[in-house]
């Protein structure tokens, strides 16, 4: 059982907006900045924001992610269809002295 | 452009040892402020941290996921570019696909996040 609670799922059109949170708690989000991965099975994992809201170089500027105390959120806008994946929030916890996954979200563009 | 490759056996017998190495190329493991992490997923469940190791010269300091502590070791070899994954006493649970990363550090762990990963082996727990 994860530290780090997501929805199971999120949904939407092309083009629309879809939001993913992140619920944690003082010694992790509240403590230290949030990363975020988007997984598609089979191939490897690859980071989509990191610093809470700082994309990689090569990253789309349709993510952009943010945080507020104790959880953080993950906003995908203009969705496209090779935007499906899984998408996985991650922190380091000083409580249990490691990194720690959320509960990951599938996201199914329809 | 470092890129990260795994390998190791696909199939491990119940209580047997785990062996996974990692070859990284493009970047040397024993330069740069850089953590060289494990992680796995088990099917249906999602990413898990193993732990990392951290290299200069011929040393290593590792850290590592307290709730495998006890059963999970890892080692580097800077001359060959290579960091390895062992993990003893496996069971069932342990079957997962195990990625290994780049892992940036900041002071504290105030950032830690991997920034490149391989893509991953699959490793089946089963007599």
């Keep these: 059982q994860s530290v780090l609670t ?69 906003a995908i806008s203009g969705l496209q269809s090779e935007d499906e994946a899984d998408y996985y929030c991650a922190v380091w916890d000083d409580s249990l002295d490691g990194d720690v996954f959320g509960t990951g979200t599938k996201v199914t563009v329809l | 452009q470092v890129q990260l490759q795994e390998s190791g056996p696909g199939l491990v017998k119940p209580s047997q040892t785990l062996s996974l190495t990692c070859t990284v190329s493009g970047g040397s493991i024993s330069s740069g402020p850089y953590d060289w992490a494990w992680l796995r997923q088990s099917a249906g469940k999602g990413l898990e941290w193993i732990g990392h190791i951290y290299t200069r010269g ?69 007599s």
Excluded: E
């Design chain 2, 58 to 126: 011929d040393s290593g300091h590792t850290t590592l996921n307290p709730s495998l502590r006890g059963r999970v070791a890892m080692s580097a070899a800077p001359s060959k570019n290579v960091f390895s994954l062992t993990l003893t006493s496996v069971t069932a649970v342990d079957t997962a696909v195990y990625f290994c990363a780049r892992a940036q550090r900041g002071n504290y762990y105030y950032y830690y996040y991997m920034d490149v990963w391989g893509r991953g082996t699959a490793v089946t727990v089963s």
């Design chain 1, 6 to 74: 997501q929805p199971q799922s999120a949904s939407g059109t092309p083009g629309q907006r879809v939001v993913i949170s992140c619920s944690g708690g003082r010694s992790n989000i509240g403590t230290s900045t949030v990363t975020w991965y988007q997984h598609v099975p089979g191939s490897a994992p690859k980071l989509l924001i990191y610093l809470n809201n700082q994309r990689p170089s090569g990253v789309s500027d349709r993510f952009s992610g943010s945080k507020s105390g104790t959880s953080a959120s993950l």
